[in-house]
C-alpha cells in the first residue's frame, strides 16, 4: 500500500484500522493518480449506493468530477481513501471527504462505501477520520444533504457523538453537525 510522496502530501493522516471481519484496511490521503482507482469503486458501487451518494442517478463520473474530487489542497479540501489488496493490485472500497464552503464557516462532508464492505465499521471509521482531520484544520461544522431513509448514517453519526440536527427541505435532510 505505497504511496506516491509529493510536495505538500500529508502523510501523517495514513494509518491502519482493524474492522468488525478482522480485516485490515489502510486509510490514506488521496492522489491524483488514484482516477482509475476511484472510477473502479464507483463502478462497483449499487445504483442505490451512488443514490445516497449523489442524492440523483450518476451513472458514470465524468472527467471533471473525477478531476475534481482527485486534485485537492489537503486543506480547504480532502480526501481520505481505504485501500486494500485485491487481485494483486490496490483498490479503493471507500471514501470519505470534505470541502470548505467558499464562505468558510462550513465544510459539505460526503462518504461512500462499495456496497461488500458495508457493516463492518468502514463507514464509522472514515467518517470520523476525516471529521477529525477537519478539526485539525479548524474546521467544527460539517453540513451534508442526506436521504431522509439513510438510517445507517443517522446511526452512525449518533454513536460517533456528535451533535447533530436534521432539517427536512425539499424531500432530503440538511445534516448539521457540529463535531
Known sequence: MSTTAKDGYPSQYEH??????????FLRPILPTDEPLLVDLFNKLSDQSRYLRFLSH??????DMLYHFTHIDYDSEFAL?????????????????????????????????RDDWQHFGLGKSLLGSIVDIGRDHGISRFESIMDPRNDIVKMVLQELGYD???NLRDGVYQVVIVA
Request: charged fraction near 25%; hydrophobic fraction near 50%; glycine fraction near 6%.
Open 16 to 25: 491502519w484500522i482493524s474492522l468488525k471481519n478482522d480485516k485490515e484496511i
Open 58 to 63: 450518476h451513472h458514470v463520473l465524468s472527467e
Open 81 to 113: 481513501v481505504a485501500v486494500i489488496k485485491e487481485d494483486g493490485k490496490d483498490a479503493i472500497i471507500a471514501v470519505g471527504r470534505y470541502m470548505l464552503d467558499p464562505s468558510g464557516n462550513f465544510a459539505d462532508l460526503a462518504i461512500a462505501v
Open 164 to 166: 447533530v440536527k436534521y
